[in-house]
């Protein structure tokens, strides 16, 4: 297995705790937004703005293949990515796949002042995320090789990760 990529909802930890499995194993981390940012040289948002959804999830599947032709990574995904089958497939049985689990309401809390995230700019905030949740919960399931609850710390989120991984491949 090349690379680990981490799934799941906005808000679970995916990038903070990508940062500490990375910092802990010597992997390169990258953020799967960043890198469609730099890309693009434009934030997610504007992306939004500019080309709609659909255009920013072109972008994201690019940067799918892209990343999963590159070694010894630490991805963490967008939380939309793994809803997708086409992104699905380019990792599935390649990199492992890791969806950190983390309860609606934990994450209600933690989004609850986000202003980055352009599916949670409307007023009706907490609908649409118990919605998209609800929707996309067994699909990260589909799609991951291994379940982490990542309701703990960054840090110990990123142990269990690393892990779990290597019970996995033994
Ligand atoms: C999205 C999640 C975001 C980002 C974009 C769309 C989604 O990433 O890719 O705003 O559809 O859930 P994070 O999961 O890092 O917030």
């Not at 910092?23 to 434009?42: C, L």
């Not at 699905?88 to 995230?117: A, C, H, Q, S, W």
């Not at 907490?126 to 291994?146: F, G, Q, S, V």
Request: aromatic share 8%; net charge positive; proline share 3%.
């Amino acid at each position: 297995m090349d690379n680990i990529v981490l799934c799941g909802f906005m808000g679970c930890g995916k990038s903070t705790v990508g940062k500490n499995i990375a910092r802990k194993t010597g992997k390169i981390f990258v953020d799967m937004d960043s890198y469609i940012e730099e890309k693009a040289d434009m934030r997610v948002s504007e992306i939004f703005e500019r080309y709609g959804e659909d255009g920013f999830r072109d972008m994201e599947h690019e940067a799918c293949t892209e990343l999963s032709e590159m070694k010894n990574l630490i991805i963490a995904s967008g939380g939309g990515a793994f809803t997708y089958r086409r992104n699905v497939e380019i990792f599935k049985g390649k990199d492992t796949i890791v969806l950190l689990d983390v309860p609606l309401e934990i994450i209600k809390i933690r989004l609850k002042n986000d202003k980055t995230r352009p599916l949670l700019q409307q007023p009706n905030k907490d609908e649409i995320m118990k919605e998209l949740y609800e929707k996309r919960l067994p699909l990260y399931k589909n799609a991951a090789d291994i379940v982490v609850s990542g309701k703990n710390t960054p840090l110990k989120t990123a142990f269990a990760v690393i892990d779990a991984v290597n019970i996995t491949k033994k």
